[in-house]
């Protein structure tokens, strides 16, 4: 190694360059100095030594299969090579035969030695057929079915052979994710959920189903024929994809009627009109049941997903503990709809909660999607309010389902902050959250409507964690019983100093 | 050569069978001189494989219930006053009803020679010594058969004239047995006869199925038959011995490739591992379920005592119907998982059965079974090469006449071999097929029964040809034995091409006949020219080419003190028994040792040879002895004979 890297000081990049990272590399083959050095020594040295290079990394990859530098050192020689993916193909499935698991092998023969799609599908069924603990076989063939939607006959298959192995083992998990995959193959792209323009402040909010970023252009917007200048901001006030997003009207709008249109990315036009005697205007689009909860679904038969959830209910009965199974009911039942199974939901996010303790939080946050996806499809719900008290949520989603609501009752939850995105909700009036674990609101953006807001029974003990609400305009009353805050001596005077014009009441 | 023997060991050991092996390779390993005599001219006793001609001999000679009579009295000069002497059997008497079936053309078969053939060895008790003197190679042909293999397609034509006399007298023999089967008449072999002499080959190229009698002559040397049908637990006792040893690397091993069931008529295949769950096309998945569901919870049975302590008084059987599982996977599970009985193995005995499988499963493939590759018999002699490494002498054909017991301790001194030698040791293993009927007057024994067929196809037929399956049927009879029926394929090394053997096992309740031919009737086409007939449903079992049957005796298990008036220092060996695995006979070697040489480890790794230190002198002693007696000793591998008598060796290693 010191002969080397003498050699290297010297810029001597020769045969001898060569023999020597070779003898190292035989025995290491993670000593990335030597592959550079290699590297260099060899375009130098001509002649043909690809095939020589390719059974060296061959006996380097067999002293230690996962070494990243090996690997790419054969990626290198193989771009001097004509390609041979039959050869590549073979050697990588003496690489799996050895370790089924081996990713570098599996993301190789992806790269280089692709067969045809059938011939790769039926190799990786050989290695799940050995064992199907491998996430990386599953995910090899995810892969390898085409983008989208698959054809009927293809999706039944596939979901045959998941079964079998989730049937076999529940614990594992490889093949839950798989089916989970195999199903979630189309995400609807983002579109538009609900309009809203507000004379008051001036702003015209869209509400999209998924967070995006509006790049000019790419949102539409004119007021009577005319484009509006823009510019489209975040409501939460953060430079990230949001489902959020304002723009300024034009002042001097003082004349209704006037028609706002918008349209996304070349999308379908929606309209607003805004009527004389009128400060606000919206248009919503109808409540996507299916779309809640797990929105990625593509598998658009329900019979398909039906008969799915009829075996996770068989596999349950015989294993109620497995999460697996629990999980992918949910999600099923979910994808077929919250309104028409919401008992058997929450019975099974409830078992879910129970049987896999290292993930409660993620399962406490689904639970809370599940509780206001059912509020949201409450007959009447959604316009006018939410009530969502006593539901254990800990999160706060699907909240640009709500983008009109004036109400909001949260009362008795587990909610320790609120999220950014309520300021989408543009028509918002009284917001309760009263006994939850909110410390501060920090970060929460203006909300331009909000007149009313119950604190109490939060940990809140400064004032100055209060300090966003001073940008609500409307703001009148302010609950703050049994925070830590209202017990403190000097805290009437300092709210006093923070929110002039809002009566707060401390007890 | 009788003279070329030492007149001292520490260790005789009679009988070249499993126990009896891995005991002489202990003693040696731990620096005992042992002497490991067999009165049979091959390796293994009961244990052994034989090629087919071999077998048609070993038949032959069991079928033949002379004496001898070889009453030569000379010994007892050499039998001091204070001594009293301890007759030994010269006649081994544990096979019994032996009955061979051929079933077709065997008459075309009376000229053919098998390739590559040794000569007919003499029989035993004829002018033994010249025999072995003139040709030391065919002293031991099953320990030399990789050499006989290789050359096994050019035919010896010196051996070659013997060999057509063994074949044809066999055939009498075969003819005779014949007499009493329904299945053959002469004018159907006449009628197999024409069309094999027509054109045997062309038949054999057209369709490589239909295997006549004259091909399984002529490949011979492609069988090697096994008299037990064992396999190895891959977590058995018998593997860690071969691996802890170092044994493991003269034998080589093929995995058993499925478990098969018989249920409701049909031959299945039982999923027994995680993948053969997955990938099992005739389970629902729900029965997948409930039954990776059953399996878990065996593997660890004792961790949830409540699921089964309501069950300890019932059987495993009435067990298995309380656990939602369906017929078919309670089948399974009894059967072939567990393999146990339905009416009188406990619930926990199931359970323990069921979980040493599982336990087994995984280590070396997708069933729990190993089989060796050119058949069980090369187990014993595996071991008996350890112990010529470490310096035992072998001598195959030499009988013992008796064992020399001193009147005053009780103890034995010697024994008297049949050239009249006196050979002393201080300890002795004695087979117990050995030891002669007033030794064993008070023993009571059980039999097994057996059955050799040679099949054209698999019992279960799949992509695959090469399988080594495993198939227990149970009995019709509750109560019955059930019976193991293990299915190899020419891979394994033990038939040839386009053949299978099959091995029947049970505990005998009749004759072996009559204990398995109901087996094999159910499984197999016994009557080659009855297919016109029966057509279609008789055409999907394989037909039976060959068959024999014999009842073996099992020595298993009885207690030292049944036989009579034996010395403390003369230790009993029992012969094959009836289980699958070889447990049994592991843990009677160890046991024996111990009770021998209570501070030595029992067959510990060997040194790695090349840690070994050579002392020029003592080597070179070492080969001189060696070339005195070659014909008493194995041919050694020059591997071997490099670290051969290394007790003689400093085995201090390099550093």
Redesign the interface.
């Known amino acids: 190694m010191a002969t080397l890297i003498d050699k290297r000081g010297r810029g001597e990049l020769d045969a001898e360059v060569v023999e020597l990272t070779g003898a190292v590399l035989a025995a290491n083959p993670d000593v990335g100095t030597c592959w550079n050095l290699r590297r260099r020594a060899l375009e130098l040295l001509g002649g043909d030594w690809v095939p020589g290079e390719l059974a060296f990394v061959g006996g380097c990859l067999g002293v230690n299969p996962k070494s990243y530098g090996a690997w790419h050192h054969r990626r290198w020689v193989l771009r001097h090579a004509p390609p041979d993916p039959a050869a590549q193909r073979a050697f990588c499935a003496r690489l799996l035969e050895a370790d089924p698991r081996n990713f570098h092998a599996w993301e190789h023969r992806r790269a280089e030695a692709g067969a045809g799609a059938e011939a790769e599908l039926a190799f990786t069924a050989q290695l799940l057929a050995r064992d199907f603990s491998n996430f990386s076989a599953w995910h090899h063939r995810g892969r390898l079915l085409a983008e989208g939607p698959l054809p009927p006959e293809r999706l039944r298959e596939e979901l045959e052979l998941v079964q079998n192995a989730v049937f076999t083992d529940p614990q594992d998990q490889s093949a839950w994710v798989y089916l989970r995959c195999l199903l979630a193959r189309a995400t609807p792209p983002p579109r538009l959920l609900s309009l809203h323009a507000d004379l008051e402040d001036g702003t015209l909010a869209a509400a999209f189903s998924r967070p995006v970023v509006v790049s000019p252009g790419s949102l539409e917007a004119s007021l009577d024929d005319c484009p509006l200048p823009g510019p489209w901001r975040p409501a939460d006030g953060r430079p990230r994809p949001s489902c959020f997003w304002l723009c300024p009207l034009p002042p001097g709008l003082a004349t209704p009627p006037a028609r706002l249109r918008v349209a996304w990315q070349r999308g379908p036009a929606h309209f607003v009109t805004l009527r004389p005697g009128e400060t606000e205007a919206w248009w919503q689009e109808p409540i996507e049941a299916r779309e809640l909860i797990w929105p990625e679904v593509g598998v658009s038969d329900p019979a398909v997903l039906s008969e799915l959830a009829q075996a996770c209910r068989e596999l349950l009965e015989l294993e109620p503990r497995s999460r697996g199974c629990l999980l992918t009911l949910a999600l099923l039942l979910g994808a077929l709809g919250p309104r028409a199974h919401g008992e058997e939901l929450r019975r099974c996010l409830r078992c879910l909660q129970e049987a896999d303790p290292l993930r409660r939080g993620f399962v406490a946050d689904l639970a809370s999607r599940a509780e206001v996806a059912l509020e949201l499809l409450r007959e009447g719900a959604g316009l006018g309010e939410l009530r969502l008290q006593g539901k254990a949520l800990t999160s706060l989603p699907l909240l640009e389902r709500a983008a009109l609501a004036a109400r909001l009752e949260l009362a008795g939850n587990e909610l320790g902050a609120l999220p950014p995105g309520l300021g989408g909700l543009r028509r918002l009036q009284v917001l309760d959250v009263s006994r939850n674990r909110v410390r501060s609101l920090r970060g929460l953006p203006p909300l331009p409507r909000l007149e009313e807001l119950r604190l109490d029974g939060n940990p809140i003990s400064h004032a100055s964690d209060l300090a966003p609400l001073a940008a609500c305009p409307r703001l009148a009353r302010l609950r703050l019983a049994g925070t830590p805050l209202a017990a403190a001596p000097e805290a009437a005077a300092q709210l006093d100093k923070l929110l002039p014009h809002v009566a707060v009441t401390l007890a | 050569m009788a003279d070329n023997l030492p007149a001292e060991f520490d260790v005789v050991v009679v009988g070249t069978g499993l126990p009896e092996s891995i005991i002489a390779a202990a003693c040696a390993r731990s620096g005992q001189r042992v002497l490991h005599v067999d009165s049979r001219n091959y390796y293994g006793g009961n244990w052994a494989s034989f090629s087919f001609s071999g077998l048609l001999s070993w038949i032959k000679e069991n079928q033949e219930k002379s004496e001898i009579s070889d009453e030569c009295e000379d010994w007892r000069k050499l039998i001091l006053e204070n001594e009293e002497v301890i007759s030994l059997n010269k006649k081994d008497k544990t096979i019994e009803h032996v009955e061979a079936f051929c079933f077709g053309d065997q008459d075309s078969a009376k000229d053919v020679e098998e390739a590559g053939a040794l000569p007919k060895l003499p029989v035993f008790g004829a002018s033994g010594a010249e025999g072995v003197a003139q040709d030391p190679n065919k002293e031991c042909p099953p320990l030399d058969s990789a050499v006989a293999r290789a050359e096994s397609c050019e035919a010896e034509k010196a051996a070659s004239v013997d060999t057509a006399s063994t074949v044809e007298e066999n055939d009498t023999e075969v003819n005779c047995e014949n007499e009493g089967s329904p299945s053959v008449s002469s004018s159907e072999s006449a009628l197999d006869l024409g069309k094999a002499e027509a054109a045997p080959s062309e038949v054999s190229a057209q369709e490589p199925k239909k295997i006549m009698y004259s091909q399984i002559v002529r490949e011979g040397r492609r069988f090697n038959i096994d008299l037990v049908s064992k396999l190895l637990y891959s977590r058995g006792l018998l593997i860690d011995l071969l691996i802890k040893s170092n044994v493991s690397r003269y034998a080589e091993f093929k995995n058993a490739t499925r478990i098969l069931a018989f249920r409701e008529g049909k031959v299945e295949q039982v999923p027994c591992s995680?993948?053969d769950?997955?990938?099992s096309r005739q389970l629902t998945?729900?029965e997948?379920?409930?039954l990776?569901?059953f399996l878990t919870f065996c593997l660890d049975y004792e961790q949830h005592p409540d699921e089964f302590q309501d069950y300890k008084n019932s059987t495993f059987a009435q067990f298995l119907r309380t656990r939602k599982l369906t017929p078919s996977l309670q089948h399974f599970i009894l059967h072939s998982i567990a393999m146990v009985s339905e009416t009188d193995c406990s619930t926990v005995e199931g359970l323990q059965a069921t979980r040493k499988f599982l336990q087994c499963l995984g280590r070396y493939g997708n069933t729990p079974f190993l089989f060796p590759l050119y058949g069980q018999g090369e187990i014993p002699q595996c071991f008996c090469r350890m112990c010529a490494v470490f310096g035992g002498i072998y001598c195959l054909r030499h009988s013992v006449q008796c064992l020399v017991v001193d009147k005053e301790s009780g103890r034995c001194k010697a024994i008297i071999d049949h050239f009249g030698q006196r050979i002393s040791a201080n300890y002795f293993i004695v087979e117990d097929s050995y030891l002669s009927e007033s030794v064993c007057r008070n023993v009571c024994y059980r039999q097994i029964s057996r059955a050799v067929l040679i099949t054209d196809q698999s019992v279960l037929k799949t992509d695959s040809e090469q399988q080594v399956s495993i198939l227990t049927v149970p009995p019709v009879d509750l109560g019955q034995p059930a019976v193991c029926v293990i299915e190899l394929c020419s891979s394994t090394m033990t038939c040839m091409k386009d053949t299978y053997l099959v091995h029947l096992t049970c505990p005998s309740t009749k004759t072996a006949r009559e204990d398995l031919e109901p087996v094999v009737q159910k499984l197999f086409h016994l009557n080659t020219e009855a297919e016109k007939e029966t057509e279609n449903e008789e055409l999907d079992k394989p037909r039976v080419l060959w068959a024999v049957y014999f009842n073996m005796r099992d020595s298993s298990g009885i207690d030292r003190n049944s036989y009579s008036s034996l010395p403390s220092n003369v230790y009993v060996c029992s012969g094959p028994d009836s289980a699958l695995g070889n447990d049994c006979a592991v843990k009677q070697a160890e046991t024996i040792f111990q009770e021998m040489f209570p501070t030595e480890e029992f067959c510990p790794p060997p040194p790695n040879p090349e840690d070994i230190i050579y002392d020029e002198d003592e080597l070179a002693s070492e080969e001189s002895g060696l070339s005195n007696s070659p014909e008493t000793k194995p041919e050694p591998s020059p591997e071997e004979s490099s670290s051969r008598g290394s007790t003689a060796v400093n085995e201090h290693s390099e550093e």
Request: overall charge positive; charged content about 35%.
């Open positions: 995680r993948a769950v997955f990938n998945m729900v997948k379920r409930m990776m569901k």
